[in-house]
């Protein structure tokens, strides 16, 4: 916003997906890029200091003392995948967050630690686990907000 106020052209990709909020499923914004944006800029006349020294911005992508440049094409593929406020919604009809077959880690109850894997989910606060124990598959159903994506554990 203030890089806008000062007459730049940003371009800031967010993504709208649905994630677990408030123990319910629900769609979220979230930049494409977290803590990044592009902006156009003339290199002869744009005052370097005056964007280093806006409000929110940190510090520059920069290779030796020249900023980052991104070639136009690349920027212009992916406004094509953007709505006109810069939005690539990736929730379409489908609003599960997990998918029978994926593995997760419950994170909270007597079973916390043990991972699982989706059986299905049950409504948009649910989900059936099928949890292998003493060597046996068991079932067990529990809130969606106990349970977290063991591909987000191990990175």
Known sequence: MHLENQGYEIFRPQV???AIKGGKQA???EPLFPRYLFIRLDEILSNWSRIRSTRGVSQLVR??????VVPDQVL???RTQCS???IIDITGDDPFVFYPGD?????EGSFKGIRAMIKEQSGD???LL???LLGNTQELEMPIHQIKSTTLCDS
């Open 103 to 107: 593995e997760i880690e419950i994170t």
């Open 84 to 86: 006109e406020d810069d």
């Open 16 to 18: 709208r997906k649905f």
């Open 27 to 29: 769609p979220v914004l």
């Open 76 to 78: 212009s593929t992916l």
């Open 63 to 68: 290779f030796a003392e020249l900023p980052a």
């Open 130 to 132: 099928l949890l292998d």
């Open 125 to 127: 606060d649910r989900v």
